[in-house]
């Protein structure tokens, strides 16, 4: 059938989607979620149908992803046809049935995936029956696998490529901005690639685009690794395992994750990495609560890497409080730098000398920590980070307080004497995030207490930073209603560990980063 | 945050979505799949939020679905803030965790879904969950009543108000043409509503329409079941259950029917029944293979029943082969029209008349079989067929040959001698679509043989009725392709029952009409 190319404009977020009027897809026995197969000269492509009313039954609605692929422009003439369902739905629809899907077939749904042959319905379906029934060792390979191939895939010349990964969800975690340079100055490769925070008030890349550009192109990246052995750099354009950042996007209003493994996997392998730290936060306030949760994921991490030829370890760390003192982009990058030149607080140094000093392990030097202890004193690390910063095209001679943080400024008091019982983690990310973190990299928190520590009343508990007065003043009301840090003279006074806050517009529990 | 409207001219089938680009969003805190207060002048909506990449920042497109709500135009300002996630979606969240959901949580998911607020994602989400995890007694009759609450509900002065049902799968299925006449005829109120085909050749609204107009008003409806006691008209534009019709267009590309039942009921319940038949077909090529599970759908229906006030029994029938000889909307009438004025094939009228007597025994009725025979051979029923005729705005006096058939014909001969021992019902499906069924209403199927009978070879197996001469060519290759009539001499010779035929464009297994 002919119709009438209409553009409408507008992306319709990667999807490949067309419009077509009630009367025109009868003609053509296509329903909604049916596909078409819409050929203009010499191009073709399979789109989705949506239905809409009150459209010219002569014309087809196509979204900007499809225009631009055929070269259409508005009122040219394209045919239409039917096209069968892809052959992933029919796996799809096995998953749902609870049937365990073999490798080929998994292949089958991912590339469907990525090529936007399958709709959102039909990946929230899959997802969601992944999530109730569960994967197995095998179908976790495959996907793995199957989200690699079906991506780009970063090479690098030497045989070790290490890497190290937090599952998240601990606010102010830049221990990655320590660990890569570490590595690197041991003589290893650590391409490191990271996201951008999606939920939470700064991702690696956030928090390292303060200090140099992290916007890197697969060849810039080889050639900063080529010169400093490591990297820094923001993956979410390389095209590395495209198929996962698809899952997440849908997965997201569910807040379900059951591809967390071979997504974190998937990332890993396709950056060519052999030997991996995997960084588990257990406790509440974590995404993992508890120490047999935190073992049993960790197992699965190293069966898959065995399968995948990754050696994998895993570090339990302390996921109760924020890592450090500060929360968002521009503090936390400030205190990393002061971290690895010397000064900086005790737990965030002592989690990146764990953490490079068990990866270096991995990789069969004995005593690790103690080697990545002499790499901080010595200054090693830290003319590391300067060379890395340098070669992705920052100022190497940046100082800590070049990094420019928030200029509206507020300290939050304590209202009554006592120890630091709890802090309580979603909602400290929530005021940080309430303050402009993470688009505004200046905005964020600065704590002034954590756990088991001594304030009295009229002491300062944390700080706010903001860019702009307005979010100051939100962040500062929020602070108010969520109170995040729990205080109290005698742990027996303080049996109420939380509270449910009032609802408020951020449903943060949930963070799907990677 | 204000953002100019941009009209995108274009319906997003009944979602209440707006696009946002990246930076927008990320201003206002949103991603994909949030949600946004989107106000203008005195009115606003809620709306899902997309994310198009090389949008302009200070637009926000707008589905005509909601720029028609807020009677906004192009180049308006309108205020946009985030919002929060609708209640329904952390039920939804419950569901796939495999909780049981209460009443009230039930009616909440349910009102989200027809006011828009769960979007595609969450909704896919649902029905895959309940689909996994099955639903309890209680979870059918909340979504039943959930279900009719959120629409509209059609009220007629009787306290008996009868109706039948098919939960479908067999072509060929126009009973209802004859049931609903006899009933009306002994006196009893029964104000039919049926579907259009979604996926079948015909549904009961379309073979009506080639008889009478079936779009009717609510009012017109009252006045034609006052009047006839009866009528026989589509429910889609009824607003009856319209949740109902949101899950089914989003359970169909992923072919599955969790909520059958409180589907089915949802809308006999706002119709106001009060007696009611289903009809199951059992067996092979139909929808229920076993009696054993035709039995335990049977018991659900009337333990439902039971709960919503409805009293039902349930006929399972014979599903194995088409009813009566024809398949396609006109050649469906015209065989109705038949079999009520006298002549007809005798599987029809035998269906016809057990269901409409069971259907007299739950109102007290005995000997309903017998009743039902009196009305057919009196011609009262008939009578009463074109009452309900006219009242519709039809032709009383109709006359089986001015029902118009496709005047394009071939006869498919056999190539052996031979006994019927098959007809594969999904087969005859296709063919009659692909001849142009149900949109061209002359297009379908007439059988000249059915099970048990002897054909020669060279003697008719079945007619292929079209409008159009290319949608003939397509029938016939198809009927070539798929065979859909299983011939022996001997049962002993034709063990092999079906063959999987070559993938043809159509995905018909699945019926998803009511």
């Known amino acids: ?116 042959h399958l709709s959102d319905i039909e990946i929230a379906s899959f997802v969601t029956a992944l999530n109730i029934h569960g994967i197995s060792m095998d179908e976790a390979e495959s996907l793995t696998k199957a989200m690699v191939e079906t991506g780009s895939i970063l090479k690098f010349d030497s045989k070790q490529i290490l890497d190290k990964h937090s599952i998240g969800g601990v606010p102010g975690d830049k221990t990655t901005i320590l660990v890569a340079p570490i590595i690197a100055a041991a003589g290893f490769i650590i391409p490191k690639t990271s996201s951008r925070a999606v939920t939470s008030p700064a991702g690696t890349a956030d928090r390292v685009e303060t200090l140099c550009p992290v916007d890197l192109t697969v060849d810039e990246i080889r050639e900063v690794v080529d010169k400093t052995n490591g990297c820094m750099v923001w993956g979410g354009a390389l095209d590395l395992a495209p198929a996962d950042d698809i899952f997440i996007q849908i997965e ?104 490079a000093g068990v990866l270096l392990e991995t990789v069969g030097i004995e005593n690790g920590k103690q080697k990545v202890r002499d790499l901080l004193r010595t200054g090693k690390a830290e003319k590391k980070l300067r060379e890395i910063i340098e070669a992705q095209g920052g100022n190497p001679k940046i100082r800590p307080e070049d990094i420019k943080v928030g200029d509206k400024k507020v300290e939050i008091l304590s209202e009554k004497d006592g120890r630091v019982l709890w802090v309580n983690n979603r909602s400290i990310a929530q005021i940080a995030k309430e303050a402009g973190a993470p688009r505004e990299k200046g905005a964020g928190i600065a704590l002034k207490m954590k756990l088991g520590e001594y304030v009295e009343s009229g002491g300062v508990l944390f700080e706010i930073y903001a860019e702009r007065n307005t979010k100051l003043e939100a962040a500062i009301k929020l602070a108010g209603i969520l109170q995040p840090i729990g205080l109290s003279k005698k742990p027996e006074d303080m049996m109420l560990m939380d509270r449910i806050p009032p609802r408020t517009i951020d449903r943060e529990i949930f963070m799907l980063e990677r």
């Open 1 to 116: 059938m002919k119709l009438e190319a209409r553009l409408l404009d507008i992306q319709a977020g990667g999807k490949s989607i067309v419009v077509l009027d009630d009367k025109a897809a009868s003609l053509l026995g296509l329903h909604s979620s049916d596909r078409a197969k819409i050929s203009f000269r010499n191009k073709s492509s399979i789109a989705i149908v949506n239905i809409a009313e009150n459209f010219p039954s002569t014309q087809i609605g196509l979204f900007e992803e499809i225009s631009s692929k055929l070269g259409v422009k508005n009122v040219e003439i394209i045919e239409v046809i039917p096209a069968e369902s892809p052959e992933g739905l029919s796996y799809v629809q096995a998953k749902i049935r609870g049937e365990r899907l073999r490798e080929k077939e998994i292949m089958t749904v991912v590339k469907d995936v990525v090529e936007r």
């Open 252 to 355: 997201y209003p569910l807040a379900i994750d059951p591809l967390l493994l071979p997504s974190i996997m998937s990332k890993k392998k396709a950056i060519g990495a052999s030997h991996l730290v995997i960084d588990i936060p257990a406790g509440r306030g974590a995404k993992i609560k508890t120490i047999g949760q935190a073992n049993s994921l960790a197992y699965d991490f190293i069966d898959l890497g065995k399968r995948l030829g990754i050696k994998v370890q895993c570090a339990v760390t302390f996921g109760e409080q924020p890592i450090g003192l500060t929360i968002g982009p521009a503090l936390e990058a400030r205190e990393a730098l002061m971290t690895i030149m010397g000064s900086g607080p005790a737990d965030l140094k002592e989690k990146a000398t764990n953490i």
